[in-house]
């Protein structure tokens, strides 16, 4: 009895071994990929950072204009 239940055992950890396999297989991902969309971050990032400053300079300056002006 004991011999047929480690049967079972060793066929379900085949199954999970090919399983795992094949999962590590379909997730591969190409390297440019991942790449290029670091780089776009990195441009939509510099964008929105150009975008806040030149605003904030924009409102500070016109705050000291209307300050000095009255």
């Known amino acids: 009895m004991k011999k047929s239940q ?3 055992i060793d066929y379900k ?3 999970d071994q090919n ?3 094949n999962n ?5 991902t190409d390297i440019n990929i991942l ?3 670091v780089r776009q971050k990195n441009k939509s990032d510099l964008k929105k950072r150009l975008i806040f400053s030149i ?3 924009g409102i500070l300056s016109l705050l000291s204009i209307m300050v000095i002006v009255n």
């Open 6 to 8: 480690s049967k079972k």
């Open 13 to 15: 950890i085949k199954i």
């Open 19 to 21: 399983f795992i396999f």
């Open 24 to 28: 590590k297989v379909k997730r591969t």
């Open 35 to 37: 790449l290029n969309r």
């Open 55 to 57: 605003s904030l300079i």
